[in-house]
């Protein structure tokens, strides 16, 4: 399973050229604006991103939960 994770986060940095475990402006936005159909953020993605800044210590537990519910509030 970690391999696969891995995997798919590396087809993504590839891909996107976007890094999902170092801040991002682009990813905050989506944050910002919430889930939208269209978006260019897989909800998977977002939470890598999330999940990822609070590991590699850029975010605390409580900034990344309050980020989460901001992400999926309606």
Do not use: C, Q
């Not at 998977?44 to 990344?64: F, K, L, Q, R, T």
């Amino acid at each position: 399973m970690l391999k696969a994770l891995n995997m798919k986060l590396t087809d993504i940095i590839l891909k996107e050229g976007i890094s999902l475990s170092e801040p991002n402006e682009d990813l905050e936005k989506a944050i910002d604006v919430g889930i939208r159909v269209g978006s260019n953020f897989d909800v998977e993605d977002v939470m890598y991103y999330i999940h990822n800044n609070w590991i590699g210590g850029y975010i605390s537990a409580d900034e990344a939960m309050k980020k989460i519910n901001k992400y999926l509030r309606p």
